[in-house]
């Protein structure tokens, strides 16, 4: 009788690689919809997810909106008391145009000018208490 080699030690002509999961098993159809299914929910999800934070805080989100709305809101009561101020001056140089009165008081408060006969009074106000002299 010739002499045999055991199985064992015998070349393997199988090239799959020798280990208990090594072969994939046949999943049911139902398993692999549940899978599908549950990878789509999952991806929505994240999706939804990455853009509700873009809407949040994204160049043009929520919180850029709100910052352009409060940016706006001052400049637009800067706006409001830069026109206000504006009408005044508007109403004093037409005032100094047409009122000699008005333009006689103007020199007079900026000026010090006086008329002939007029004395000059001029009224400091009194040191703070505790405060220190000459300041």
């Not at 090594?22 to 990878?39: I, N, S, T, W």
């Not at 009165?101 to 106000?125: N, S, Y």
Request: glycine residues 8%; proline residues 8%.
């Amino acid at each position: 009788m010739p002499f045999m080699l055991p199985d064992a030690d015998l070349p393997s002509t199988d090239t799959r690689p020798h280990s208990r999961h090594g072969r994939r098993r046949m999943q049911p159809a139902h398993e692999v919809r549940a899978r599908r299914r549950r990878l789509l929910g999952w991806s929505i999800v994240g999706i939804s997810c990455l853009l509700m934070v873009n809407a949040l805080v994204g160049d043009h989100g929520y919180l850029a909106t709100i910052r352009a709305q409060r940016e706006y809101d001052a400049l637009d009561a800067s706006l409001a008391r830069i026109r206000s101020r504006s009408q005044q001056l508007r109403d004093q140089i037409r005032r100094m145009r047409h009122d000699p009165t008005a333009l006689e008081e103007a020199a007079r408060e900026r000026q010090g000018f006086i008329k002939p006969g007029e004395t000059m009074v001029i009224v400091k106000d009194p040191p703070a208490p505790g405060g220190t002299p000459g300041k």
